[in-house]
T-cell receptor, first 110, second 112 residues
Framework: QKEVEQNSGPLSVPEGAIASLNCTYSDRGSQSFFWYRQYSGKSPELIMFIYSNGDKEDGRFTAQLNKASQYVSLLIRDSQPSDSATYLCAVNRDNNDMRFGAGTRLTVKP | DGGITQSPKYLFRKEGQNVTLSCEQNLNHDAMYWYRQDPGQGLRLIYYSQIVNDFQKGDIAEGYSVSREKKESFPLTVTSAQKNPTAFYLC???????????FGSGTRLTVV
């Protein structure tokens, strides 16, 4: 079992729709959770972090965490073509060792 | 502007050759990391350093070496012992605000 699992996609949504990206993790001791966006050929960029169960909103992005289910998600509202990228879920274990999923490729079609 | 600078952007290695990838940060972060990214496999941890003059092996350290003589610098050497070095190499540092990582722009290494 991989430590951080994501559906590789591709996930395709029309412009203006909500994109929903999901991630599960195996280590129950994980403390903090992150979403990175990676454009093709570029390095990852941190877009969201969440520590507590529930929702955290930042602009068009909402991160959701359910520690009991070991599940993290990212919602992108009003998706734009510029949101087309690979989204990496990352989990920080209690020794501050970040583990990354393989990423979900999102395509937003105009 | 604060950030992480990786150089070179592209690097070509001949068989049996050692090469060194540079990583410099001016963010005043203590912890620094080296990851390797292969298509479809996500990021795999090579080495990390929590403080100057100390570093730890990650999951795939064989064939790599690092040093941390200065807080700002964390170079990675890919030795001839690394049999499949072609990959995208990413250096990162951890901020103490949210424990997220800031990445450099990466070095793409190809064996020729």
């Amino acid at each position: 079992q991989k430590e951080v699992e994501q559906n590789s996609g591709p996930l395709s949504v029309p412009e203006g729709a909500i994109a929903s990206l999901n991630c599960t993790y195996s280590d129950r001791g994980s403390q903090s959770f992150f979403w990175y966006r990676q454009y093709s050929g570029k390095s990852p960029e941190l877009i969201m972090f969440i520590y507590s169960n529930g929702d955290k909103e930042d602009g068009r992005f909402t991160a959701q965490l359910n520690k009991a289910s070991q599940y993290v998600s990212l919602l992108i509202r009003d998706s734009q073509p510029s949101d087309s990228a690979t989204y990496l879920c990352a989990v920080n274990r209690d020794n501050n060792d970040m583990r990354f999923g393989a990423g979900t490729r999102l395509t937003v079609k105009p | 502007d604060g950030g992480i600078t990786q150089s070179p952007k592209y690097l070509f290695r001949k068989e049996g050759q050692n090469v060194t990838l540079s990583c410099e940060q001016n963010l005043n972060h203590d912890a620094m990391y080296w990851y390797r990214q292969d298509p479809g496999q996500g990021l795999r941890l090579i080495y990390y350093s929590q403080i100057v003059n100390d570093f730890q092996k990650g999951d795939i350290a064989e064939g790599y070496s690092v040093s941390r003589e200065k807080k700002e610098s964390f170079p990675l050497t890919v030795t001839s012992a690394q049999k499949n070095p072609t990959a995208f190499y990413l250096c990162a540092s951890r901020n103490s605000f949210n424990y997220g990582y800031t990445f450099g722009s990466g070095t793409r290494l190809t064996v020729v």
